[in-house]
């Protein structure tokens, strides 16, 4: 499964690049807004630091206004991915988009039927919201298990974006289920390292090397073998 960091933040992104671990970035407005730097600057230093798909959204209603968005976006560079919100006007631009050979991530989708429709309009990325599901009291990751019995049916080339984690055990369940991708904001990327029996360890490593260390560092007793003067 591949791993994208949910995050505009360029230091976190920076961070968790740094770990070996991020395939990929996806931002959204409300990222965004908490960022001081101008939206497509800031999408230019995403792309400089990640060598994988990242995701900017459009702002239109119309799929005129999303298509024209999406194509001056797309011009940033060429891992630029067009989120686009399920609607029927999202609907109609994604597949311009796609016709045109522009990737674009399909986004607040909170069911399987969203998910299909998505797919059959060219979508190459769809992004199902687990978390937002959770908070209204429904089972998110039973929609992940929905949508890829859906998918396994058909020959789509789309690839299934568990958005939305909480936690760990999102991740977990996405990666059992056979998702594509997790994007992940940067505290829960940051937990996934965590064990208490990891930190155990390594403190009873340390302990044991620094007991072996001064052993080896120990003067040994010499004999003293001269006699004695009569």
Same mark, same amino acid.
């Given at each position: 499964?591949?791993?994208?960091?949910?995050?505009?933040?360029?230091?976190?992104?920076?961070?968790?690049?740094?770990?070996?671990?991020?395939?990929?970035?996806?931002?959204?407005?409300?990222?965004?807004?908490?960022?001081?730097?101008?939206?497509?600057?800031?999408?230019?230093?995403?792309?400089?630091?990640?060598?994988?798909?990242?995701?900017?959204?459009?702002?239109?209603?119309?799929?005129?206004? %999303?298509? =024209? /968005? @999406?194509?001056?976006?797309? *011009?940033?560079?060429?891992?630029?991915? $067009?989120?686009?919100? %399920?609607? =029927? /006007? @999202?609907?109609?631009?994604? *597949?311009?988009?796609?016709?045109?050979? $522009?990737?674009?991530?399909?986004?607040?989708?909170?069911?399987?039927?969203?998910?299909?429709?998505?797919?059959?309009?060219?979508?190459?990325?769809?992004?199902?919201?687990?978390?937002?599901?959770?908070?209204?009291g429904q089972d998110g990751m039973k929609l992940i298990a929905e949508?890829?019995?859906?998918?396994?049916?058909?020959?789509?080339?789309?690839?299934?974006?568990?958005?939305?984690?909480?936690?760990?055990?999102?991740?977990?369940?996405?990666?059992?289920?056979?998702?594509?991708?997790?994007?992940?904001?940067?505290?829960?990327?940051?937990?996934?390292?965590?064990?208490?029996?990891?930190?155990?360890?390594?403190?009873?490593?340390?302990?044991?090397w620094a007991k072996c260390e001064n052993t080896t560092k120990r003067?040994?007793?010499?004999?003293?073998?001269?006699?004695?003067?009569?």
């Amino acid at each position: 499964m591949k791993i994208f960091i949910d995050t505009a933040n360029l230091e976190k992104i920076k961070e968790a690049n740094s770990w070996g671990i991020v395939d990929g970035v996806t931002t959204n407005p409300s990222l965004v807004s908490k960022e001081n730097m101008d939206f497509k600057t800031l999408v230019k230093e995403i792309c400089k630091v990640v060598d994988g798909p990242i995701s900017a959204e459009v702002m239109g209603d119309s799929a005129e206004e %999303m298509v =024209k /968005e @999406g194509k001056e976006l797309a *011009k940033i560079h060429k891992n630029i991915v $067009i989120k686009i919100p %399920m609607t =029927k /006007e @999202g609907m109609k631009a994604t *597949k311009v988009l796609s016709s045109e050979g $522009i990737n674009v991530n399909v986004t607040l989708i909170f069911s399987a039927a969203q998910a299909l429709l998505a797919c059959k309009a060219g979508a190459r990325y769809i992004s199902p919201f687990v978390g937002r599901l959770d908070d209204a009291g429904q089972d998110g990751m039973k929609l992940i298990a929905e949508i890829m019995n859906v998918l396994d049916n058909y020959d789509f080339n789309t690839e299934v974006i568990v958005a939305s984690i909480r936690h760990p055990i999102h991740v977990i369940d996405a990666a059992q289920m056979g998702a594509d991708i997790a994007t992940i904001p940067f505290d829960v990327l940051d937990k996934m390292f965590n064990h208490p029996l990891t930190d155990n360890g390594i403190k009873r490593f340390k302990d044991d090397w620094a007991k072996c260390e001064n052993t080896t560092k120990r003067p040994s007793k010499q004999k003293n073998t001269s006699k004695a003067k009569k």
